[in-house]
């Protein structure tokens, strides 16, 4: 599931599993789940990322002497 998320998605629901987290009464299996997909998440966010970042140097190295 988490595949199909973009970015903005994945942020979003990383930054609801942190705040169910914090929640001292959660359950510790589902606290263990949410952590699980937390981790999925932060990796697709990471990778998206860095992928992001390569397009971007290469768009500007590509276009270089236009920029200058």
């Not at 988490?2 to 510790?28: C, W």
């Not at 990322?49 to 920029?67: D, P, R, S, W």
Request: charged share 35%.
């Amino acid at each position: 599931m988490t595949k199909d998320l973009n970015f903005t998605q994945a942020l979003k629901r990383l930054e609801e599993i942190v705040e169910k987290l914090e929640d001292p009464d959660l359950d510790l299996e589902v606290g263990l789940k949410l952590l699980e997909e937390g981790v999925s998440l932060h990796k697709l966010c990471k990778t998206k990322l860095t992928e992001a970042n390569a397009k971007i140097t290469t768009i500007l190295k590509e276009n270089e002497e236009v920029i200058t």
